[in-house]
């Protein structure tokens, strides 16, 4: 049996803890709380769409390098550049969920395109073709680059990469980027 102290100190104990229990949250408690998750919501909403527009980007950068490399891989074994993706065999299909790839072809430039066809995301190609390496072989090298668009809204309606050709980047030789296209390398 308890002491008549302690069991004076146990009962005021329960009674305290029911009425604690009874008690809730004031309406004006709740509205802080909405406020200040709508608050940090705000705030963290355009970086997140932020992240998943470069992680969208990240696709197109490394399958325009994977075409590069197995073109001229192709070019060493072939001399000649793959007329098609499903030739170079590297598993890129043609369209994904925010990219069309193609690849054009000509006597010393194999050239792939990854366009875009929603208007927040950019578009890019990449180029491979032949130099003339120096020394006693004079074999011809292969040089290779890769183009991300300005901004968006190089793109036009039908996913093609706005305002570069061919004959754009043949004059260009694979060394360097078409007018306002960024270079890849770093």
Request: hydrophobic share 40%; with cysteine.
């Amino acid at each position: 049996m308890l002491k008549p102290e302690l069991q004076a100190k146990f009962l005021s104990h329960l009674s305290n803890r029911k009425n604690r229990e009874e008690e809730g949250f004031t309406l004006i408690e709740l509205l802080v709380v909405v406020i200040i998750i709508g608050v940090l919501a705000a705030i963290a909403l355009p970086s997140l769409l932020g992240q998943v527009n470069k992680a969208k980007q990240a696709e197109p950068k490394n399958n325009v390098g994977t075409i590069n490399r197995a073109q001229q891989a192709y070019f060493l074994e072939y001399q000649g550049f793959a007329k098609d993706m499903s030739t170079l065999q590297v598993g890129v299909k043609s369209q994904t969920d925010n990219f069309y790839y193609s690849v054009v072809t000509t006597a010393d430039l194999g050239i792939v395109y990854a366009s875009a066809y929603k208007k927040a995301l950019k578009s890019y190609y990449g180029a491979v073709g032949t130099e003339l390496g120096s020394g006693a072989t004079s074999e011809a090298l292969t040089v290779a680059i890769a183009c991300e668009s300005p901004d968006p809204k190089s793109v036009d309606n039908f996913g093609a990469v706005a305002n570069v050709t061919v004959a754009n980047i043949t004059t260009a030789k694979a060394t360097s980027c078409a007018d306002s296209y960024n270079s890849l390398a770093r």
